[in-house]
């Protein structure tokens, strides 16, 4: 057979081009074997980077993470919801039933003069597993050495939120950070009379090995006022006697960093009566949680939910006896704003 050219050999019937049993390709006459599968490759054993960008008006917020936290069993955590109740709503929400694993979102925000962090992780402790303690990792994939964090913002002073400041050692990471809490919240979680204490001395424990390497450079937040240019402190306490959110405006845009005001999205968000393992006064924590969604949802301001699913960047919007939270879909490649 030959084409229309001379050429003899290099016409392909459509039969023979499906079938792949011509000499073409039997012998890779054009360079390369199609015998074995082209694209074989091992599977990747690592994920992408752990940290995210979007704007606050003029400031950028940096999310990182410092690793999945698990809970464990959701009926140990989640305190006078039956069951059988918390077992549909994870179903619905296509939820493992056996086990609660929440995120430690972390905020870095850059206002233009200084880069501020909310929160710090589990650090070295292992308390709930081996899958937390990525915090600095996280800030180098992100760009950002730890000499150039200006300030440490705290929501409250338990383990997940202050453990990331300094090593097993008591040396500072953030040298040049000043470190910025509540002092009912500082005090309590640095009281060395709680040591012995079966159910708090682990959390004691942390606290001051974390918080006390920084005595000279904390700064105690009160609420309502300022504590850096553009972000405000509002108590919610509850969950811890000193529990604060932070509330974060730029160029008329906002953003709360709500802490624990909320570990979860569905179970503590929807049904926002139910009670958490960890609170130190549950009824004073529901009354903060309540309050401080009915702000965000009539006011409409972002939020950045700390255990809530990575990034945790979204709106809330009242649902019945409860709240629903909308995940703001993550934008990769920068769409630049329409021409007026």
């Known amino acids: ?38 694209a074989r490759a091992p599977m990747a054993k690592s994920q992408t980077s752990y940290f995210y960008r979007f704007p606050v008006g003029k400031f950028q917020a940096t999310v990182i ?30 939820l493992p039933l ?25 650090g070295f402790s292992k308390a709930f597993g081996t899958t937390t303690g990525r915090l600095l990792t996280s800030l180098r994939e992100a760009g950002i050495q730890p000499g150039q964090i200006d300030d440490i913002v705290c929501t409250h002073a338990h383990i997940d939120h202050i453990g ?38 682990m959390f004691v424990k942390h606290a001051r090995d974390n918080l006390l390497p920084y005595k000279g450079k904390i700064n105690f937040v009160a609420d ?16 811890t006697v000193g529990h604060t959110i932070y509330l974060i405006e730029s160029d008329k845009q906002r953003l709360a960093f709500t802490g624990d005001i909320s570990h979860h999205q569905i179970l503590l968000t929807e049904r926002p009566k139910t009670e958490f393992a960890y609170d130190s006064d549950p009824k004073q924590a529901v009354q903060s949680r309540l309050r401080v969604f009915d702000m965000l949802s009539k006011d409409k301001i972002p939020m950045l939910g700390f255990h809530f699913p990575w990034p945790g960047y979204g709106n809330l919007a009242k649902q019945g006896d409860g709240y629903r939270f909308f995940a703001t879909p993550m934008t990769i490649v920068p769409i630049p704003p329409k021409k007026a």
């Open 98 to 122: 056996d086990s609660i694993v929440l995120e430690q979102n972390i905020l870095v925000l850059n206002t233009g003069s200084r880069l501020v962090m909310f929160d710090s992780g589990m």
């Open 65 to 94: 993470s410092d690793g999945p936290l698990p809970l464990g069993k959701p009926t140990d955590t989640m305190k006078g919801m039956p069951e059988a109740e918390v077992s549909k709503l994870l179903a619905d929400n296509f």
């Open 1 to 38: 057979m030959s084409d229309e050219s001379g050429h003899k050999g290099l016409r392909l019937t459509r039969r023979d081009a499906l079938l792949g049993s011509t000499g073409l390709v039997a012998t890779g006459a054009l360079g390369f074997s199609v015998t074995g599968a082209l």
């Open 164 to 201: 990331g400041l300094a090593t097993a050692k008591g040396k500072k990471l953030f040298p040049n950070a000043t470190i910025h809490l509540s002092k009912a919240d500082y005090d309590f979680w640095t009281d060395e009379t709680k040591l012995t204490n079966k159910d708090l001395g």
């Open 224 to 239: 309502g006022k300022e504590v850096l240019p553009g972000i405000q402190a509002m108590s919610a306490p509850g969950h």
